[in-house]
């Protein structure tokens, strides 16, 4: 209302001008000219000082500023300053997040994501692949010092096998169509340009969502299954010490450390795998799932760089299981499509297992 009374009273000041103008000469005209400069500059002056003085989102910017969860809202905009105290108010909207007025998450966590987390995934795949495949040439596959036996002890069951390949072509999926995603233009932007990244992600996105629900039902099967396999134990230290016994050279040559069923390095594996691998499924389902798990946008937010982290650790450890069950342990990949091992890979590598399944007769060779 005050506005509009002061542009009135500018517009009466002015109609006396323009009279006069009328009438006057050349000289006028010019005064004409120079008064309505001044009424356009007198109404920019009124437009601003209607205007709020502290801007919503610069209020936003503030109160985050000043710390996370509780901020102080002293000094901030009335607006603001309700919306953080948890007011609500009415809206025609039926989007269903019209009552998240302001996104109350730290923006670092988006931009944390796009920058050193989506390049970190990247390295984790590929560094990993690097280190290891360089590590092989340099050491070596670990032999079996007494070569084959000819004789193949029972390890794993037709199911335990067909759940193990269940989960694990899913999970080579999601790492490399997570890649895509995820770090796509650090990876591919070079080689493709940006046209060819989106083609690459828009190829990816739904083999990562049909891949996402076969690998969460069958990782949990294996975390239950698997888990009376992967408990602590004291020796588990020494393994550590020696580096499981996989070194070809120096002083750690010739070194079988005890393990049970599972070596200490496929327990650290398996409770990585367990805790970061519920931490990706979880995530995944808020993201999947919106309508259903209640997704507002913090909490996608969250899910998006939790489903990130995790992911770079299980790429990781994934790139060195599977060297270490293929390339490294001689004899050891045939574990997985036949449920045998030789009976010399089972004394070397998995000493106390077979020695407790040679005294209670539970043993059981593959029938020649």
Not at 12 to 35: D, F, H, K, R
Not at 94 to 110: A, C, E, K, R, V
Request: one cysteine or more.
């Amino acid at each position: 209302m005050k506005a509009t009374f002061r542009r009135l009273l500018l517009l009466l000041w002015l109609v006396p001008l323009t009279a006069l103008a009328s009438s006057e000469s050349p000289t006028q005209a010019q005064q004409q000219a120079q008064a309505e400069a001044l009424m356009a500059a007198q109404m920019t002056e009124i437009d601003n000082a209607t205007m709020p003085q502290v801007p919503l989102i610069s209020s936003a910017e503030a109160a985050q500023a000043k710390g996370s969860g509780q901020a102080d809202t002293a000094g901030l905009d009335p607006l603001w300053q309700a919306v953080r105290q948890g007011e609500s108010g009415r809206t025609s909207s039926t989007s269903p997040f019209h009552n998240n007025f302001i996104n109350q998450y730290d923006p670092g966590l988006l931009q944390h994501r796009a920058s050193w987390l989506s390049t970190t995934l990247a390295m984790a795949l590929f560094g990993m692949i690097i280190v290891f495949a360089a590590f092989v040439l340099v050491n070596g596959a670990a032999k079996l010092e007494k070569g084959f036996s000819g004789r193949e002890v029972l390890r794993w069951s037709k199911f335990d096998i067909a759940v193990h390949w269940l989960m694990a072509i899913p999970c080579i999926l999601l790492i490399l169509t997570g890649l895509a995603l995820m770090a796509g233009r650090f990876v591919f932007g070079d080689w493709l340009g940006p046209d060819g990244v989106a083609a690459l992600a828009a190829m990816a996105k739904p083999i990562h969502d049909y891949m996402a629900l076969p690998f969460a039902l069958f990782a949990i099967i294996a975390m239950l299954r698997w888990m009376k396999h992967n408990l602590p134990a004291a020796y588990d230290l020494k393994w550590f010490t020696v580096v499981g016994g996989y070194l070809n050279f120096g002083p750690f040559k010739g070194k079988h450390p005890d393990a049970g069923f599972s070596n200490a390095g496929e327990k650290l594996w398996f409770w990585s795998f367990t805790i970061f691998g519920l931490a990706i499924i979880v995530s995944g389902l808020f993201m999947l799932f919106p309508v259903a798990m209640g997704t507002g946008r913090t909490d996608a937010l969250t899910a998006i760089f939790v489903h990130g982290l995790s992911a770079v650790v299980i790429t990781g450890f994934t790139v060195v299981h599977v060297f270490m069950a293929t390339v490294l342990s001689e004899g050891g990949l045939v574990n997985m499509t036949s449920g045998y091992c030789d009976e010399n890979w089972a004394k070397q590598h998995h000493n106390v297992w077979f020695d407790e399944i040679k005294t209670d007769g539970s043993i059981e060779y593959k029938s020649q």
